[in-house]
């Protein structure tokens, strides 16, 4: 069965840095685009972003382009989101997503196939 596991979540100072991880299993990770979705009390799941199956394409909502990057590590079945300067507008419940969509980066819920559990991101003074 396939499932995905996040981690690196927790409660930052505004200004500071997260590494999110999700690893996947039970599936041929090399051949699925990845995303990272976020959602935050109250509104819609949003996709942050989403990294080719090489990790050679990718795409960041406008609000977190100079400050998130995403990368991969097909060997370790592993996708990254680094989030620098993050600012509380940032806090919300991050899911990684992986889509069977391969030439192209899915940029709707219904385009992932399986989705990990989530982890909460918190961004307080």
């Known amino acids: 069965q396939a499932q995905l596991v996040e981690s690196g979540g927790g409660s930052v100072q505004p200004g500071s840095s997260l590494k999110l991880s999700c690893t996947a299993s039970?599936?041929?990770?090399?051949?699925?685009?990845m995303g990272w979705f976020r959602q935050a009390p109250g509104k819609e799941r949003e996709l942050v972003a989403a990294?080719?199956?090489?990790?050679?394409?990718?795409y960041y909502l406008r609000s977190v382009k100079t400050r998130f990057a995403s990368s991969r590590e097909n060997a370790k079945n592993t996708v990254y989101l680094q989030m620098n300067n993050l600012v509380p507008e940032d806090t919300a419940v991050y899911y990684c997503?992986?889509?069977?969509?391969?030439?192209?980066?899915?940029?709707?819920?219904?385009?992932?196939?399986?989705w990990g559990q989530g982890t909460q991101v918190t961004v307080s003074s």
């Open positions: 990294i080719s199956t090489d990790g050679t394409t990718r």
């Open positions: 039970g599936l041929v990770f090399s051949t699925y685009t």
């Open positions: 997503a992986a889509s069977r969509i391969s030439n192209r980066l899915g940029r709707l819920e219904s385009e992932y196939d399986v």
